[in-house]
């Protein structure tokens, strides 16, 4: 996460994959970058590695944690992004942002693909850890239908009332330990299967979170992603 509030970079592609460069750079799933905005508290503009863009789910949770340090709000609030408003709050060590209920979901027998911010492809399986994630995914994203736009493949197994999920991220181009938009979906994908519950916990292999919902006329509404956003460190780079 970069203070871009007083910078005027072009943030290229090619820039962007140096900076997420794990040898040369800085080395990360993603950049995020925090803008000053005059309608919200801040914006927060993602880049994926590859220096594509989309909407980050736990980048945003972490933006929020970012920007309290940098005294743009006091713990609860609103901030703008690559789809949209979004609003937030913090409690105690617990970051909550809304995320997008999708409008679309489409079916494929278990199957389910639907837009939380970014495109999923959830998959249901016996057993996440031992699934062959990686050729699964690459055989989804990259196949005629996905290619151009790419998704991100997520494999989940339902556990009583927990959801056990690993998640190949497009724009990275592998496993990452935590996608927030794809534990969102994956939490829409038990609620259509579960219409008595308003809230999920996903277990992923970055850590738990937990998405709640309430049902409307139309459909689910009103959902939140939360979870934790630790620091892990802090450094200087030379833009």
Same mark, same amino acid.
């Given at each position: 996460?970069?203070?871009?509030?007083?910078?005027?970079?072009?943030?290229?592609?090619?820039?962007?994959?140096?900076?997420?460069?794990?040898?040369?750079?800085?080395?990360?799933?993603?950049?995020?970058?925090?803008?000053?905005? +005059?309608? #919200? &508290?801040?914006?927060?503009?993602?880049?994926?590695?590859?220096? @594509?863009?989309? %909407?980050?789910?736990? *980048?945003?949770?972490?933006?929020?944690?970012?920007?309290?340090?940098?005294?743009?709000?006091?713990?609860?609030?609103?901030?703008?992004?690559?789809?949209?408003?979004?609003?937030?709050?913090?409690?105690?060590?617990?970051?909550?942002?809304?995320?997008?209920?999708?409008?679309?979901?489409?079916?494929?027998?278990?199957?389910?693909?639907?837009?939380?911010?970014?495109?999923?492809?959830?998959?249901?399986?016996?057993?996440? +850890?031992? #699934? &062959?994630?990686?050729?699964?995914?690459?055989?989804?994203?990259? @196949?005629?239908? %996905?290619?151009?736009? *790419?998704?991100?493949?997520?494999?989940?197994?339902?556990?009583?009332?927990?959801?056990?999920?690993?998640?190949?991220?497009?724009?990275?181009?592998?496993?990452?330990?935590?996608?927030?938009?794809?534990?969102?979906?994956?939490?829409?994908?038990?609620?259509?299967?579960?219409?008595?519950?308003?809230?999920?916990?996903?277990?992923?292999?970055?850590?738990?979170?937990?998405?709640?919902?309430?049902?409307?006329?139309?459909?689910?509404?009103?959902?939140?992603?939360?979870?934790?956003?630790?620091?892990?460190?802090?450094?200087?780079?030379?833009?």
């Amino acid at each position: 996460m970069i203070d871009g509030r007083n910078t005027h970079l072009d943030w290229t592609k090619s820039y962007v994959q140096q900076i997420c460069d794990r040898h040369f750079g800085v080395g990360s799933d993603g950049l995020l970058v925090l803008r000053a905005s +005059e309608e #919200f &508290d801040f914006y927060a503009e993602f880049f994926n590695p590859d220096g @594509s863009q989309s %909407f980050c789910g736990n *980048g945003s949770r972490c933006a929020v944690a970012f920007a309290r340090v940098l005294g743009l709000h006091q713990g609860e609030g609103s901030f703008s992004a690559f789809d949209g408003q979004h609003a937030f709050k913090t409690m105690d060590e617990s970051i909550a942002i809304s995320m997008k209920a999708p409008k679309q979901i489409e079916r494929r027998g278990e199957d389910a693909i639907m837009n939380t911010g970014s495109p999923h492809f959830i998959h249901p399986v016996p057993n996440v +850890e031992s #699934f &062959d994630l990686i050729s699964y995914a690459q055989g989804v994203r990259y @196949s005629e239908e %996905f290619a151009e736009v *790419g998704i991100n493949v997520n494999v989940v197994h339902w556990e009583q009332d927990q959801v056990h999920m690993r998640t190949y991220e497009r724009g990275v181009e592998n496993e990452t330990l935590s996608c927030g938009t794809g534990v969102t979906a994956a939490a829409i994908h038990f609620a259509l299967a579960h219409p008595e519950t308003h809230e999920v916990q996903i277990r992923t292999r970055g850590g738990n979170l937990r998405v709640t919902w309430q049902r409307g006329a139309e459909g689910l509404e009103d959902v939140w992603l939360l979870g934790p956003a630790v620091a892990v460190f802090k450094g200087t780079i030379e833009l």
